[in-house]
């Protein structure tokens, strides 16, 4: 069975089918056992040092004007748990339980326990899109929540356009040739980083011709063989991130949109000799790399590289 990426699987029950009912959610308020992820300034509130877990509150501890089917957004049950989401806004860093602190979850992502990094990931997901959607994209309203906060309505009656939660697909691919990987770089990457070519699925384009589209476009590689490896919900605000690997018919790299400051080709022994700074356990670029340097012989790529985390932003 190939090992899930981080933010996916099938760890919470999403029931969906409780979001429209009054009765039910009155339960859960009274139910000592629901418990609430607050996010704040897109980031999430989490305990320990080293090996951080999630901090669940209690709804008590939140205020009793925000214990409404408005303001707290249902993520879903596990284990006879509600767990609902809300939105902390304030300039200044919000109070905590002793010992919490609010976290960027790319940088403690592959530090958490899996399950928990897909229900952080999913809270700063669907509050990062209440968080754009607040007016309606018709008239211009303001929208109000519905169905426990899955559903943004127009406020004006003459209106009531309804918004539902959105993602951005977006294609990653490692294409190879041989005993060697295209890899590229942006500019604003740590110095030597380098990772699979990505780029925006575009409106009537298939997957597979995003792919070929986004390769030719950034280093002017032709590809075919074109197959689907996995996909990872990228909460970063709101991509999903497919996953390919795809067999390259031309060699020359021609860099044409300069969305990259450099593309090459590595082989096996380039990375094994740490001649390129890998992207990070958490994303799928990894995945896919790894994939296909353990495909290549009896090294494993984890047992002779590690790879750091995203940089922590001043």
Request: with cysteine.
């Amino acid at each position: 069975m190939q090992e899930r990426n981080i933010f996916a699987g099938t760890y919470l029950d999403r029931a969906a089918h409780l979001r429209q009912d009054p009765e039910w959610f009155a339960a859960a308020l009274a139910d000592e056992r629901s418990r609430a992820l607050p996010v704040w300034n897109s980031r999430n509130l989490v305990a320990g040092g080293d090996s951080p877990r999630a901090v669940y509150l209690e709804l008590s501890r939140i205020p009793p004007e925000r214990r409404n089917d408005a303001d707290l957004i249902l993520l879903g049950r596990c284990d006879g748990t509600n767990f609902f989401t809300f939105e902390i806004e304030s300039i200044e860093p919000p109070p905590s339980p002793p010992g919490s602190r609010y976290e960027d979850l790319r940088h403690i992502a592959s530090v958490l326990p899996i399950d928990e990094a897909g229900l952080l990931g999913y809270a700063r997901a669907i509050i990062s899109w209440r968080r754009r959607h607040r007016f309606c994209g018709l008239c211009g309203a303001k929208t109000v929540a519905a169905k426990n906060g899955h559903v943004l309505v127009c406020s004006d009656a003459s209106c009531r356009n309804e918004q539902f939660p959105r993602i951005d697909p977006a294609i990653i691919v490692l294409v190879s040739e041989g005993e060697r990987a295209l890899l590229g770089r942006q500019a604003s990457w740590p110095i030597g980083r380098y990772s699979t070519i990505a780029g925006f699925v575009e409106p009537g384009e298939s997957l597979e011709d995003a792919v070929a589209r986004e390769v030719l476009e950034e280093t002017g590689i032709d590809v075919d063989r074109i197959e689907y490896h996995s996909s990872q919900p990228w909460p970063f605000p709101a991509s999903l991130m497919l996953g390919f690997t795809a067999h390259a018919l031309t060699t020359e790299v021609r860099l044409h949109d300069q969305e990259l400051e450099d593309a090459r080709w590595f082989t096996r022994a380039d990375i094994a000799s740490n001649g390129a700074l890998l992207p990070p356990r958490q994303s799928i670029s990894f995945r896919l790399i790894e994939h296909w340097f353990d495909a290549g012989g009896e090294m494993r790529l984890r047992d002779i590289q590690g790879s750091a985390p995203w940089p922590h932003s001043r």
